[in-house]
């Protein structure tokens, strides 16, 4: 059981708005740790998608958004795109595991 | 362009060890964390470890927490895992990332495209 819990699946049409959600706990997210957001394709290496809860990295379409309150943080997708399916991951850190985390990850279906 | 590459991953018994190695380039090594993280296929991404840029902050992963060591040559542009005592629940294939900045508490930037460990008799 992951840390960090994401819902396992989440779908949408072509063009709709998904979010994907990431709840953490005091001593991760609430502790004031970032959340950091992965896509991975099918057959590939993770994808950094958001770091710093909210920021893309270049090249990344701002139709991919990240928020955070605070225990936990949200992946928002707009506009829907058939290329979007994957699997989805928020990270962070934990204090009291001394460690990094990944919650378990959302596959995102685009029906 | 920023590359990763791994290396060292086996077919390996129960109980022995294996070293993973991970060379860097395109960027300058010796500032940024490096990150190892597993993905058992078909399942999540676990975090395995993580060394600051001076190896001055280390984490391991409980699952691996006195099995697996760590370390860095930042005049190889080189993170290794050192693997002991081998378990069947090690098998996955192993991405080294690279740290967005030198603390090991932040995003992984870039990905390896990993090596494959199987632990079975």
């Known amino acids: 059981q992951s840390v960090l819990t994401q819902p396992p699946s989440v779908s949408g049409a072509p063009g709709q708005r998904v979010t994907i959600s990431c709840t953490g706990s005091s001593s991760n997210i609430g502790e004031g740790y970032d959340v950091h957001w992965y896509q991975q394709l099918p057959g590939s290496a993770p994808k950094l998608l958001i770091f710093?809860?909210?920021n893309r990295p270049s090249g990344v379409p701002d139709r991919f958004s990240g928020s955070r309150s605070v225990t936990s943080a949200s992946l928002a997708i707009t506009g829907l795109q058939a290329e979007d399916e994957a699997d989805y991951y928020c990270q962070s850190y934990d204090r009291s595991l001394s460690a990094s985390i990944f919650g378990g990850g959302t596959k995102l279906t685009v029906l | 362009e920023v590359q990763l590459v791994e290396s060292g991953g086996n077919l390996v018994q129960p109980g022995r060890s294996l070293r993973l190695s991970c060379a860097g380039s395109?960027?300058?090594?010796?500032?940024?964390?490096m990150h190892w993280v597993r993905q058992v296929p078909g399942k999540g991404l676990e975090c395995v470890s993580g060394i600051s840029w001076n190896s001055g902050i280390i984490g391991y992963a409980d699952s691996v927490k006195g099995r697996f060591i760590i370390s860095r040559d930042n005049a190889k542009n080189s993170v290794y895992l050192q693997m002991n005592s081998l378990r069947p629940e090690d098998t996955a294939l192993y991405y080294c990332?690279?740290?967005?900045?030198?603390?090991?508490?932040?995003?992984?930037?870039?990905w390896g495209r990993g090596t494959m460990v199987t632990v079975s008799s």
């Open positions: 395109g960027f300058t090594f010796e500032d940024y964390a």
């Open positions: 990332a690279k740290g967005d900045s030198s603390s090991p508490r932040d995003a992984f930037d870039f």
């Open positions: 710093g809860n909210k």
